[in-house]
């Protein structure tokens, strides 16, 4: 797979090459996408980690406080 990467001067430019894109049948994404797609699937794997107790977290948060 190979990437183009164009930068729009504005919004109407962006729009412009998304629906050029988007009638010759290719794949266009913005950086703002991707970034999406990547937190969504860091965040899905996250889902999958074992959970930790409110309290545990509180006294983690509280003793970093107070080391300053």
Not at 14 to 21: G, P, Q, Y
Not at 26 to 31: E, F, L, P, R, S
Request: charged content about 35%.
């Amino acid at each position: 797979m190979e990437t183009l990467i164009i930068k729009a001067k504005d919004k109407s430019e962006l729009a412009f090459f998304l629906e050029l894109a988007k009638r010759l049948g290719v794949v266009a994404k913005t950086i703002d996408d991707v970034e999406d797609e990547m937190l969504l699937r860091a965040m899905e794997n996250n889902k999958h980690t074992p959970t930790v107790d409110k309290s545990l977290v509180m006294e983690t948060i509280h003793n970093i406080l107070n080391d300053r």
